[in-house]
């Protein structure tokens, strides 16, 4: 711990300088963002955009492992370990290689999709431990029994899956732990967070099978899990930024199957695969491509670098990148990257879903996430949207001290309690949240996005340099 704090400390020595103008320039109400920001949050923002944003990028390897230290766990939470066996059978990726052919643009290359090897998925079930103290740690008992010990304490049936982000190339549920502790708090009931394959060494569709196999093994149980089946209903799909993209990918991948009419074979049974309760994310991350123009727009209320994942100059590299064979983005294979269950923007529908919430700030995503929210109206899904003033990506998560975050924390639980409780009761709505007085303004429908989907299409097939297809003439006349 001593050595991070170093490491930490030799890191802000040469910010000093942006820190203090930061300090100034709001206290002085100098800047455009004091307006809208407390001091800290001003501050950490302007050091983190600074961080991101530097021009000589570090080896993919040495960052993705610095994302992946456990912090250990201790105070009001409970964590039991958990490992999904794999089933005998090869049928749950047979039927995730199905779905994604199926998708597949009729045009596209014919390049082979490398199908991922089918490995035991391991996940942290996640609960509030009241009766502890902040500096408590977790008793030396099995991690059956601390499952059981977390489930004492559920006092709801909601179930969240959740898919953490960090582009899907970092992080790790122990990065978010403290998060999944707030939902289980605020919901009464108990989170599943997926530790599934990371990129660049296991590229999509890898994550959606992990994703997929978490999902069958919370409701068709294997044998020695933990857990009793979980009814389909008690279920919500969550995550944040990749994570939010996981979440759609695996609703998508269930809406297929369904349009399919497949089964799975799952430790000898026939089982059939059905929707959630519904789909939680926060600042969903859509467009792998980056091709939406708030990339631009909103950077100066975001600190995410700038979008240049298919920039030509590369990271340094190490162990894990470049890849073997070659490929422009880290997650996914060149042919793959504007596939609808890679790029979420480019779904032709979404019909059938759920009740989905979303949450987005004045981020370099909100063009995405605001498209997709009107994408959902149209469709006729369910759908929450809040929209909060001047907030940056995944706010609630970084900024836990200011009023907003609460409040995105709230309504992000309430929804997932009562998609579970009563999903009859969702009505579409579209808010925005206004810093610091919180104030609730409704969003007209119609005023969501000035992207049609054609537009949304050009935007990610011009980003690569191709001409995108002719739209099915019944989304043209949109």
């Given at each position: 711990?001593?050595?991070?704090?170093?490491?930490?400390?030799?890191?802000?020595?040469?910010?000093?300088?942006?820190?203090?103008?930061?300090?100034?320039?709001?206290?002085?109400?100098?800047?455009?963002?004091?307006?809208?920001?407390?001091?800290?949050?001003?501050?950490?923002?302007?050091?983190?955009?600074?961080?991101?944003t530097r021009?000589?990028?570090?080896?993919?390897?040495?960052?993705?492992?610095?994302?992946?230290?456990?912090?250990?766990?201790?105070?009001?939470?409970?964590?039991?370990?958990?490992?999904?066996?794999?089933?005998?059978?090869?049928?749950?990726?047979?039927?995730?290689?199905?779905a994604?052919?199926?998708?597949?643009?009729?045009?596209?290359?014919?390049?082979?999709?490398?199908?991922?090897?089918?490995?035991?998925?391991?996940?942290?079930?996640?609960?509030?431990?009241?009766?502890?103290g902040?500096?408590?740690?977790?008793?030396?008992?099995?991690?059956?029994?601390?499952?059981?010990?977390?489930?004492?304490?559920?006092?709801?049936?909601?179930?969240?899956?959740?898919?953490?982000?960090?582009?899907?190339?970092?992080?790790?549920?122990?990065?978010?732990?403290?998060?999944?502790?707030?939902?289980?708090?605020?919901?009464?009931?108990?989170?599943?967070?997926?530790?599934?394959?990371?990129?660049?060494?296991?590229?999509?569709?890898?994550?959606?099978?992990d994703?997929?196999?978490?999902?069958?093994?919370?409701?068709?149980?294997?044998?020695?899990a933990?857990?009793?089946?979980?009814?389909?209903?008690?279920?919500?799909?969550?995550?944040?930024?990749?994570?939010?993209?996981?979440?759609?990918?695996?609703?998508?991948?269930?809406?297929?199957?369904?349009?399919?009419?497949?089964?799975?074979?799952?430790?000898?049974?026939?089982?059939?695969?059905?929707?959630?309760?519904?789909?939680?994310?926060?600042?969903?991350?859509l467009?792998?491509?980056?091709?939406?123009?708030?990339?631009?727009?909103?950077?100066?209320?975001?600190?995410?670098?700038?979008?240049?994942?298919?920039?030509?100059?590369?990271?340094?590299?190490?162990?894990?990148w470049?890849?073997?064979?070659?490929?422009?983005?880290?997650?996914?294979?060149?042919?793959?990257?504007?596939?609808?269950?890679?790029?979420?923007?480019?779904?032709?529908?979404?019909?059938?879903?759920?009740?989905?919430?979303?949450?987005?700030?004045?981020?370099?995503?909100?063009?995405?996430?605001?498209?997709?929210?009107?994408?959902?109206?149209?469709?006729?899904?369910?759908?929450?949207m809040?929209?909060?003033?001047?907030?940056?990506?995944v706010?609630?998560?970084?900024?836990?001290?200011?009023?907003?975050?609460?409040?995105?924390m709230?309504?992000?639980?309430?929804?997932?309690?009562?998609?579970?409780?009563?999903?009859?009761?969702?009505?579409?709505?579209?808010?925005?949240?206004?810093?610091?007085?919180?104030?609730?303004?409704?969003?007209?429908?119609?005023?969501?996005?000035?992207?049609?989907?054609?537009?949304?299409?050009?935007?990610?097939y011009?980003c690569?340099?191709?001409?995108?297809?002719?739209?099915?003439?019944?989304?043209?006349?949109?």
């Amino acid at each position: 711990m001593e050595a991070n704090n170093l490491r930490l400390a030799l890191q802000l020595i040469p910010k000093l300088p942006l820190m203090l103008r930061v300090v100034l320039a709001n206290l002085l109400g100098l800047s455009e963002s004091s307006q809208y920001l407390d001091v800290r949050s001003d501050v950490l923002l302007s050091v983190m955009r600074s961080i991101l944003t530097r021009s000589t990028p570090r080896p993919i390897g040495k960052v993705q492992a610095m994302t992946l230290k456990d912090p250990g766990i201790k105070g009001r939470i409970w964590i039991s370990k958990v490992v999904a066996d794999v089933p005998p059978e090869n049928d749950v990726r047979d039927a995730l290689m199905g779905a994604v052919e199926a998708m597949k643009e009729p045009r596209s290359s014919g390049e082979a999709l490398r199908e991922p090897a089918i490995e035991p998925v391991e996940a942290e079930w996640t609960g509030y431990r009241a009766g502890a103290g902040p500096d408590d740690p977790l008793p030396m008992i099995s991690e059956t029994e601390k499952y059981h010990e977390m489930m004492k304490e559920c006092k709801r049936k909601s179930t969240v899956l959740y898919f953490h982000g960090g582009a899907y190339y970092l992080c790790d549920p122990a990065t978010h732990r403290q998060s999944n502790k707030k939902l289980a708090k605020l919901t009464g009931g108990r989170v599943y967070s997926v530790r599934y394959r990371l990129a660049p060494q296991n590229p999509f569709p890898a994550a959606v099978l992990d994703a997929l196999i978490s999902y069958l093994t919370l409701l068709y149980p294997p044998p020695g899990a933990v857990h009793e089946p979980v009814s389909p209903s008690d279920i919500v799909f969550a995550g944040d930024s990749a994570g939010g993209n996981l979440s759609l990918a695996l609703l998508q991948t269930v809406l297929e199957l369904r349009r399919q009419n497949r089964q799975i074979t799952w430790f000898g049974e026939l089982r059939s695969v059905p929707l959630p309760g519904g789909v939680a994310v926060n600042s969903p991350w859509l467009c792998i491509v980056q091709s939406m123009p708030s990339w631009d727009r909103n950077s100066q209320w975001d600190y995410l670098p700038p979008a240049r994942m298919l920039e030509s100059k590369q990271p340094p590299p190490d162990h894990a990148w470049p890849a073997t064979p070659p490929r422009k983005h880290l997650y996914v294979d060149d042919a793959y990257m504007l596939h609808p269950l890679v790029s979420l923007q480019l779904n032709a529908t979404w019909k059938e879903s759920p009740p989905i919430y979303m949450c987005t700030g004045w981020e370099c995503l909100a063009d995405e996430d605001r498209y997709l929210a009107a994408k959902l109206k149209r469709d006729g899904v369910q759908v929450v949207m809040e929209e909060y003033e001047a907030m940056p990506h995944v706010f609630a998560m970084l900024l836990g001290h200011i009023k907003e975050a609460r409040r995105c924390m709230e309504g992000w639980s309430q929804f997932i309690v009562k998609t579970t409780e009563e999903p009859e009761k969702i009505e579409s709505s579209f808010t925005t949240i206004k810093a610091r007085t919180l104030a609730e303004v409704a969003i007209e429908v119609d005023k969501l996005t000035p992207y049609s989907d054609a537009d949304v299409q050009k935007l990610a097939y011009d980003c690569l340099g191709k001409e995108a297809p002719p739209l099915p003439e019944a989304l043209a006349k949109l």
